[in-house]
């Protein structure tokens, strides 16, 4: 539509818009009483394909009109930049009952006499946690049934305007946005708000909030649902309350609603874990001192004895074992009795918060009346861009109507190039994790060269080390190349998965989340991985230890899960600070002064892959909880502190800095699940290895019960016991310190032959043993927590008692309602006496039984 033709509605007749009369607030049309439902908006393009952009719009606005929509346009000259057009949207009531209908949306039909579940003994212990009743529960239950416009007198409809929830509306009108043609290019029928976004033919479309966050709305606005949520759940202040799920759940749409469910329960079970790792961490601290292992590396007659063989050849010299004090009592605080028992615990946490998710995820379909919702949403509803791509058609078995079908073979070859794709993508981030290992590798030497050499530099050498310069360096490497390859993939994803023309939009997000999942995976913990099972594992031995490419030596071991999982954890959080930034940058400190559809115009768009980053992150926080637990105790707590700031920034971004999103339906947390169980099984296995290979809780063990001879302190002696013996002479010319000694051995952390044996530098028998005792503890590991998991899974039922009753009951009495209407309205049809009418419902029942 031109801007003349806007300007012509807005200056018509006695509606003419008086912008300084106009409620800044105000959620409706000109006349106050049409409810604005979406909005679009643009900007006049000057550029070549400006007129084409212009006739797409005409028609799409024009087809809008067709299906029943009401629109009105707000010129630019009454917009504050005085560039952007508006485009309100209205849904008259024949337009939602139709749509309903289509969508298959339930309705009350009477209010629920099911009371509520009574509450706990433990509620008056709660109560300082719980919100206020009318927040919690803002409406009360219904008896609820799917809508049909011809049955409408059965609903509870006692004002049209308001029958439909705000994001009902939203929903529905963004359902025909999306399906509505804005004509014929190329001999293709193209249609949708999607692609007219993608062309720049609008520049946002967007339903409106229903009001200001920091004040409640003035009549004849409805109710604030905006504010409410603000005052009791994006203020930090709140954060050890509940959260106002039912309201979420009403103002967004059940998928955001979904994601705090789940963001809640996982940190209420956040806080059992947090308790047993701190209980344990605190078992460490207590007997730091008294470690046997600690005492023996401080004592300055045994450790202080003992000369260590150098860390690597030529430029690093010999050292005392004393010297790692501090380090000793240190990696007792996270290697300890309490490790094994601690990583049994979380595989029987993990398995206990899932099947509970199950049971809450079934709580609530029921409270959220989502119990039928697979098949009669997700199933039935097809994308526009399947039914537009799908040139084959099919009968539906169940329908017997015929209906878009892709067959396997047109899918195939998507499926091939899609699996080539994502593994390509997961080996290059294993390869640049590879090329910064060698970067660092070979800076090291180079940088520790020159430093020695630069006199200039010994005043920094005492805090710009080669460690810290090529680990500061070689993250910014790894943290560009990361962003980059992120970048690209998430492009080609997106394209391939659209390519594969999925069915459904649960289809199709299944598909995208699972490769966007992989690559992330492979992201996060591929350094996890390699410093937990690979990092200083085939170091070889002093003279001859290993190179990779026969250049490069390998690092030393150091575990470095806690820096990556405290960098993590805190990285989170921080992203309020870039939200303040953006709401500096936007101009909603001027609101008082522009419309409301400005403001929200000016707000962070959500964006179709806003709920996949916030599940990612998540599921990658439960996997550094879970995956690698054994070495770091403290991170459940970590992880629940996290949570608890997260949930309240997550609910102020939603609240105060982005547009409202389009309320979406979803009846579980989809494809993350299967996402969860898969993290969960893996988890048994690392913490298994993390404990055998990379604690020395199994060697202590092995010497404890095998080759101990101190009846009184059996391990005492283990220090000496673990340490193999070199003789300096062995050393190759080109590895060996050119300092002078006195001494003619050194040890090394290994269990090989002494040079005096036949078999020398060889590994010993005691090494084997130990080899074979770690491998015993991973298999009984595995097993217990195994059985532990199935005996728990088959004790937990998916569905709660109470909640299978409950259903039946819903059911029985829609079920009854429904066929008491039935009879009524066939009995006002036919005009029958009631008694006549009790007689043929009598008589025709009979004849159903003794058919």
């Known amino acids: 539509m031109s801007s003349g033709e806007s300007s012509f509605l807005i200056d018509e007749g006695p509606t003419k818009f008086q912008k300084h009369k106009h409620s800044k607030d105000s959620i409706f049309f000109r006349d106050g009483i049409r409810q604005i439902d979406f909005v679009l908006s643009y900007v006049d393009d000057v550029k070549k394909d400006g007129d084409l952009k212009a006739e797409r719009r005409k028609e799409f606005e024009q087809n809008l009109r067709k299906t029943g929509l009401e629109l009105e346009i707000e010129d630019k000259r009454d917009s504050e930049d005085g560039k952007t057009y508006f485009v309100k949207i209205h849904a008259p009531w024949e337009v939602l009952v139709t749509y309903a209908e289509v969508l ?109 966050y920091w004040r409640p709305s003035e009549p004849p606005n409805p109710p604030n649902a905006r504010y409410i949520l603000h005052q009791h759940w994006a203020r930090f202040s709140y954060f050890y309350k509940e959260q106002p799920l039912d309201l979420i759940k009403d103002y967004y749409g059940e998928k955001i609603g979904i994601y705090f469910v789940f963001l809640g329960f996982y940190t209420e079970m956040l806080f059992v874990a947090a308790v047993v790792g701190l209980a344990c961490f605190i078992y460490g601290l207590l007997s730091m001192e008294s470690s046997t292992g600690s005492i023996e590396t401080c004592d300055p007659k045994i450790g202080g004895q003992m000369i260590m063989c150098p860390l690597c050849d030529l430029v690093c010299d010999f050292w005392r074992l004393n010297s790692t004090c501090l380090a000793a009592k240190f990696s007792h605080l996270f290697d300890n009795e309490s490790t094994v028992f601690f990583a049994i615990f979380m595989g029987i946490w993990v398995t206990l918060f899932l099947e509970f998710w199950k049971q809450r995820e079934a709580r609530l379909e029921y409270e959220w009346d989502m119990v039928d919702f697979e098949e009669e949403q997700q199933q039935l509803q097809l994308r526009p861009e399947f039914e537009a791509m799908c040139k084959h058609r099919k009968r539906n078995v169940v329908t017997k109507e015929m209906e878009p079908h892709m067959p396997l073979y047109a ?23 590879v090329s910064v290992i060698v970067y660092r590798l070979s800076v090291f030497a180079t940088f520790a060269s020159f430093m020695e050499t630069e006199a200039s530099l010994k005043r920094v050498k005492s805090f710009l080390t080669p460690q810290i310069t090529t680990a500061l360096t070689g993250s910014c490497l790894n943290f560009i190349i990361i962003l980059i390859l992120n970048f690209f993939y998430e492009k080609i994803s997106a394209w391939i998965t659209k390519m594969e023309i999925p069915r459904t939009y ?32 085939f170091v070889g031995y002093p003279g001859k230890y290993t190179y990779l490419f026969n250049v490069w030596r390998s690092e030393e071991v150091r575990i470095l899960l806690r820096a990556v999982f405290h960098v993590f954890t805190f990285i989170t959080p921080n992203s309020m600070a870039l939200n303040w930034w953006r709401r500096r940058r936007a101009r909603t400190n001027s609101e008082k002064l522009y419309s409301r559809w400005e403001q ?35 991170a459940p707590l970590l992880a629940l502190l996290n949570n608890i700031v997260e949930i309240r920034v997550d609910a102020w971004k939603l609240t105060t800095q982005y547009r409202r999103p389009v309320a979406a339906k979803a009846h579980s947390i989809g494809v993350w699940q299967d996402i969860l169980y898969g993290m969960a099984v893996l988890s048994v296995a690392t913490n298994a290895f993390i ?13 404890y019960y095998a080759y101990s001879t101190n009846d009184s302190q059996p391990l005492r002696g283990y220090l000496n016991n673990s340490l193999s013996v ?43 043993h130990v080899l074979a005792a770690k491998m015993t503890f991973i298999i009984i590991m595995e097993h217990v927590v195994f059985l532990f998991k199935f005996l728990l899974a088959w004790m937990i039922p998916d569905v709660p008692k109470d909640v299978v009753e409950r259903i039946k ?43």
Not at 419 to 430: Q, R, S, Y
Not at 513 to 534: D, G, H, I, P, R
Not at 692 to 703: E, G, M, Q, W
Request: net charge neutral; charged share 25%; glycine share 4%.
């Open 600 to 634: 929200d115009h000016d707000l962070e768009t959500f964006g179709s892959l806003g709920l996949f980053y916030e599940y990612l992150e998540t599921v990658i926080q439960f996997g550094f909880v879970t995956l690698f637990v054994a070495s770091f105790p403290l």
């Open 726 to 768: 070199f003789l300096i002479a062995d050393f190759p010319n080109y590895t060996v310190p050119p300092e002078k000694r006195d001494f003619t051995t050194c040890r090394y952390r290994d269990y090989r032959y002494p040079p005096d044996h036949e078999k020398k530098y060889f590994h010993n028998m005691q090494f084997w």
């Open 506 to 537: 649960q289809e199709y997000e299944s598909s995208l989340t699972l490769k966007m999942f992989l690559f992330q995976f492979v992201n996060y913990y591929s350094s996890c991985f390699y410093v937990a099972f690979f990092k200083g594992k």
């Open 411 to 433: 899918r195939v070859p998507w499926y091939l190039l899609s699996g080539a794709t994502v593994t390509f993508w997961m080996t290059l981030v294993v390869a640049s994790m």
């Open 809 to 851: 009951r819903e059911k029985l009495m829609t079920v009854k309602i429904l066929h008491d209407f039935e009879l009524n309205k066939l009995k006002e049809n036919l005009g029958l006496d009631s008694n006549d009418f009790v007689k043929q419902v009598m008589i025709e029942e009979n004849k159903v039984q003794l058919a």
């Open 691 to 703: 404990v055998a290979f990379t604690s020395d809780i199994i060697p202590r063990l092995v010497y």
């Open 104 to 212: 298959g949306m339930k309705m009350p039909i009477r209010e629920s006499d099911i009371p509520r579940p009574l509450p706990s003994p433990l509620n008056c212990m709660l109560a300082p946690v719980k919100l206020p009743e009318n927040v919690k529960h803002p409406r009360p239950e219904y008896f609820t049934a799917q809508f049909s416009r011809h049955r409408q007198e059965l609903f509870l409809i006692e004002d049209q305007s308001r029958f439909f929830p705000s994001s009902s509306r939203n929903r529905i009108v963004y359902y025909i946005l999306s399906r509505c043609p804005f004509g014929i290019e190329d001999g293709k029928k193209r249609f949708g708000i999607e692609r007219l976004l993608n062309s720049n033919a609008y520049s946002s479309a967007y339903p409106l909030h229903d009001g200001q």
